[in-house]
């Protein structure tokens, strides 16, 4: 099941639980605007080269539309369309005033040089200046992007209106982007594993975690979970897979992958076919690298107890009925990857304030947020009898509707 299909029936799911009239049903699922632009660069070699660039904004009900724009060949308008759909019950389960958007670019970014990537950032953004804006829709990076190309997003818009740091979120700390930004999100993996495990007396420090991704998100929430005493067993990326039963030397195996571009080939552990990574056995299985990769094919085989979304979208809604019949218990990636977005809003906070701050009070912020959102989710999981997917939709879609009743929807 593709991701825009799993996100539209966990909306209706959520929606008849709420018990949602079916006409504002309806209307909470329409995009409020779908752009598409065709991206024309001169590549280094003098020749002509064509990228198709989406941007669609789902929903502003509760403020601007937030949303990364990822650099992908396989990005098409059905799958913006759901992660846009999908950051508008985000940003309001997270509770932060924002709606939900995405975007992206159908290329390979390891296949364009640095120049060729800033003629297509540019480009984009010429084609899109009058679609964002600081109270309108502020993007961020994604996969495939990074501070750098949200760098020349803000240059670029900048040329055509005032300078406006909080056009963009993500950015270089020197830019205006926000301490704590980088690892926001395997930092709120942290918090949320944290108070999902509290909830069964249970600590970091006792469980043995299995990662799937070593990227920006993987590696943060490996760095965290090994400082907090929790021991990391399992690692892979894109190179490949390494294990070790005694737990791995996540410094150790961060400057190995810093220095060789992945984890393939690290001496402190056993070589592991990144297949099998999901099925090892562990209590708490991390996946934070692409969607769909838990499904009905392995969904009997995974032997962990407690499973982190920290990627978009990691489990198909077979496997999600698998899991749960097995007791699995999964914290949807909808709450647990949700600390970068709620780092993005402060940094948002900070540049129309005009006033930064220190890394400790990002992270404390982020803690309470975080902590807050559990309790929210659990208490619509009450309220409902439902579990944690559910909840979590149940209060994200809830907050979008209330807000849109509030406006008047119906004039």
């Known amino acids: 099941m593709n991701a825009l299909a799993a996100t539209s029936r966990n909306f209706k799911q959520a929606a008849k639980l709420l018990g949602l009239d079916s ?30 660039g989406f941007r669609v904004q789902h929903d502003n009900a509760r403020g601007p539309m937030k949303g990364g724009i990822r650099y992908h060949h396989e990005v098409d308008l059905d799958e913006v369309n759901a992660l ?48 964002i804006g600081i109270h309108t829709d502020v993007p961020a990076p994604d996969m495939g992007t990074n501070s750098q190309t949200v760098a020349w997003i803000l240059d670029e818009y900048s040329k055509f209106h005032v300078y406006s740091p909080a056009v963009v979120t993500g950015k270089p700390v020197d830019l205006g982007g926000s301490l704590g930004r980088d ?34 998100v993987g590696s943060w929430a490996a760095r965290l979970i090994n400082e907090a005493g929790g021991k990391v067993i399992a690692v ?7 294990k070790s039963h005694n737990g791995l030397n996540i410094p150790k195996l961060l400057e190995h992958s810093m220095e060789n571009r992945g984890v393939k080939g690290f001496s402190g552990g056993d070589a592991l076919d990144p297949k099998s990574l999901l099925t090892e056995d562990c209590d708490v299985l991390i996946p934070a690298a692409l969607g769909g990769v838990i499904n009905r094919e392995n969904a009997d085989d ?42 993005s809003y402060f ?20 803690k309470t947020y975080m902590t807050r959102g559990f ?37």
């Open 23 to 52: 006409k504002l049903e309806k209307s909470l699922l329409i995009p409020f605007r779908e752009i598409k632009v065709e991206c024309t660069i001169p590549k280094d070699d003098g020749t002509l080269a064509s990228f198709v």
């Open 183 to 216: 690892a926001a999100t395997g930092r709120g993996v942290l918090f949320a594993t944290e108070a999902l495990l509290a909830e069964y007396g249970k600590s970091i420090s006792d469980q043995r975690f299995v990662i799937q991704g070593f990227g920006n």
């Open 84 to 131: 846009a759909q999908l950051m508008t019950w985000k940003t309001a389960l997270a509770n932060i005033p924002y709606g939900g958007a995405k975007g992206g670019i159908g290329c390979s970014p390891g296949e364009l040089s640095i120049s060729e990537l800033e003629r297509l950032t540019r480009v984009f953004t010429q084609k899109l200046h009058d679609c």
């Open 236 to 242: 892979s990326d894109v190179t490949g897979a390494v």
């Open 302 to 343: 995974i032997r962990a107890k407690f499973i982190i979304e920290a990627a978009n979208h990691p489990t198909d809604p077979e496997a999600d009925e698998i899991l749960s019949k097995k007791g699995v218990l999964i914290l949807p990636d909808i709450f647990a990857n949700s600390g970068g977005v709620t780092v």
């Open 375 to 411: 309790k929210d989710v659990k208490e619509m999981c009450k309220t409902y009898n439902c579990n944690l997917r559910m909840g979590a939709f149940t209060l994200g879609v809830n907050r979008v509707a209330r807000a849109t009743v509030l406006r008047g929807w119906g004039a």
């Open 347 to 366: 940094e948002w906070v900070q540049n129309i304030q005009g006033f930064m701050w220190d890394e400790e009070k990002v992270n404390c912020e982020l």
